[in-house]
T-cell receptor, first 110, second 111 residues
Framework: GENVEQHPSTLSVQEGDSAVIKCTYSDSASNYFPWYKQELGKRPQLIIDIRSNVGEKKDQRIAVTLNKTAKHFSLHITETQPEDSAVYFCAANGNNRLAFGKGNQVVVIP | DTGVSQDPRHKITKRGQNVTFRCDPISEHNRLYWYRQTLGQGPEFLTYFQNEAQLEKSRLLSDRFSAERPKGSFSTLEIQRTEQGDSAMYLC?????????FGPGTRLTVT
């Protein structure tokens, strides 16, 4: 089955700086890659996604890039704010199920 | 609130007891998923319904677990003879396409 790995596990950034989280996946048949943000005690919230026919997608301060050849995709957060502090999960679909990474704790230091 | 809802939000039970959780998906979504999440991990897939049909089950879903989605609307997840290792957050998600939207989860504690 699909195996998704995230790096780094924890990322601390100064407010206003950019944060980048990278994920790798194993199944070349995967064609949908969402990113979820989960704050403590809350549900995972879909923040952006990308499909395999697209290389990059942006939505205000967040963007996702996909490299199908290398089987990795990345989340970019620009101009980070304290409310961006959360755990971010990447996922890849395979056979109608999402396989999630273990998550990255992002801490934005005011 | 038109999002995914789950009930109860918290459940404490003694080992060996049976528990049942309910998920109400977004009304126009025909797909419904159950996941389990433990501390420091991402959600792990348990099972998936398209309308009322259960199309896939993870090997994580032992014989003590059963899920139903009668009439293709809400779904229930039952755990029989609970064990301490079943303690986790049980998340439900629904979708009409690839985009899955999660409910708030049911946190199960087995003592």
């Amino acid at each position: 089955g699909e195996n998704v790995e995230q790096h780094p596990s924890t990322l601390s950034v100064q407010e206003g700086d950019s944060a980048v989280i990278k994920c790798t996946y194993s199944d070349s048949a995967s064609n949908y890659f969402p990113w979820y943000k989960q704050e403590l005690g809350k549900r995972p919230q879909l923040i952006i996604d990308i499909r395999s026919n697209v290389g990059e997608k942006k939505d205000q301060r967040i963007a996702v890039t996909l490299n199908k050849t290398a089987k990795h995709f990345s989340l970019h957060i620009t101009e980070t704010q304290p409310e961006d502090s959360a755990v971010y999960f990447c996922a890849a679909n395979g056979n109608n199920r999402l396989a999630f990474g273990k998550g990255n704790q992002v801490v934005v230091i005011p | 609130d038109t999002g995914v809802s789950q009930d109860p939000r918290h459940k404490i039970t003694k080992r060996g007891q049976n528990v049942t959780f309910r998920c109400d998906p977004i009304s126009e979504h025909n797909r419904l998923y159950w996941y389990r999440q433990t501390l420091g991990q991402g959600p792990e897939f348990l099972t998936y319904f398209q309308n009322e049909a259960q199309l896939e089950k993870s090997r994580l879903l032992s014989d003590r677990f059963s899920a139903e989605r009668p009439k293709g609307s809400f779904s229930t997840l039952e755990i029989q003879r609970t064990e301490q290792g079943d303690s986790a957050m049980y998340l439900c998600a629904s979708s009409s396409t690839e985009e899955q939207y999660f409910g708030p989860g049911t946190r199960l504690t087995v003592t």
